[in-house]
């Protein structure tokens, strides 16, 4: 189960961190941001291997967004700085088993949280 919180409604350029708490085994999984904002495709956004591997980021974010875990809490966070209207979305927390890429399938979902940029 993956439960996502911290989205929210911020100005441009402002700040937010996105939570993700998954139940279960924790480590060796790829835990994933993804987005989708309404009448455009869903893009990847960054990805984790859990318990202390390799992350990923999109080159649309990168430098503005960092993931990270904690793996005491089984929490992989999405910090996003320097937000712009463009990254006004659902942002949904994702989980596959094996290899860690952004343009893999994820079959586990989280309900997924709304980031608004005014």
């Known amino acids: 189960q993956l439960v996502e919180s911290g989205g929210g409604s911020v100005q441009a350029e402002g700040s937010l961190r996105l939570s993700c708490a998954a139940s279960g085994y924790f480590s060796k999984r790829c835990m994933a941001w993804f987005r989708q904002a309404p009448g455009k495709e869903r893009e990847g956004v960054a990805a984790?291997?859990?318990?202390?591997?390799?992350?990923y980021c999109a080159g649309s974010v990168g430098g503005r967004f960092t993931i990270s875990q904690d793996n005491a809490k089984n929490t992989v966070y999405l910090q996003m700085n320097s937000l712009k209207p463009e990254d006004a979305a659902i942002y949904y927390c994702?989980?596959?088993?094996?290899?860690?890429?952004?343009?893999?399938?994820?079959?586990?979902w989280g309900q997924g949280t709304q980031v608004t940029v005014s």
């Open positions: 984790i291997v859990t318990g202390g591997g390799n992350t």
């Open positions: 994702t989980l596959r088993y094996g290899d860690c890429d952004l343009h893999y399938e994820y079959p586990y």
